[in-house]
């Protein structure tokens, strides 16, 4: 079970999260941009969140997929979040490996 997210406005939709306050940018706008298909603008959002989001409140607006999924376009652009990214990700992967190997 994940840990909640570190202030419930996170939950809100109207709500602005700290990590896009100066983009304007509201949970349910984030929800929508980050439900299309793979486009410069979802790649900004998703490189952001990973780059300046807690890594709690990551995961109120991503998932696994979507990082996986963006992961070759945004790696360059995760600045000082890229080694902790990098390593959560190659974890994760080997834990899908071993998980389904047995």
């Known amino acids: 079970m994940p840990l ?4 419930q406005r996170l939950l809100d939709p109207d709500a602005v ?3 896009l306050w100066d ?6 706008e984030a929800r929508r941009i980050l439900a299309r ?17 807690n890594s709690r409140d990551v995961w109120t607006l991503l998932d696994w997929p979507a990082i996986e999924e ?3 376009r945004i790696v360059h652009r995760l600045g000082r979040a890229r080694g902790v990214w990098t390593m959560m990700l190659e974890r994760r992967r080997e834990h899908v490996r071993t998980t389904a190997a047995a």
Do not use: H, K, M, Q
Request: zero cysteines; a negative charge.
């Open 37 to 53: 298909e793979a486009s410069p603008t979802r790649d900004d959002l998703i490189a952001r969140i990973l780059r300046e989001a």
């Open 70 to 72: 963006a992961w070759p």
């Open 4 to 7: 909640p997210p570190t202030s």
């Open 23 to 28: 983009l304007g940018i509201t949970v349910a």
């Open 17 to 19: 999260p700290y990590f």
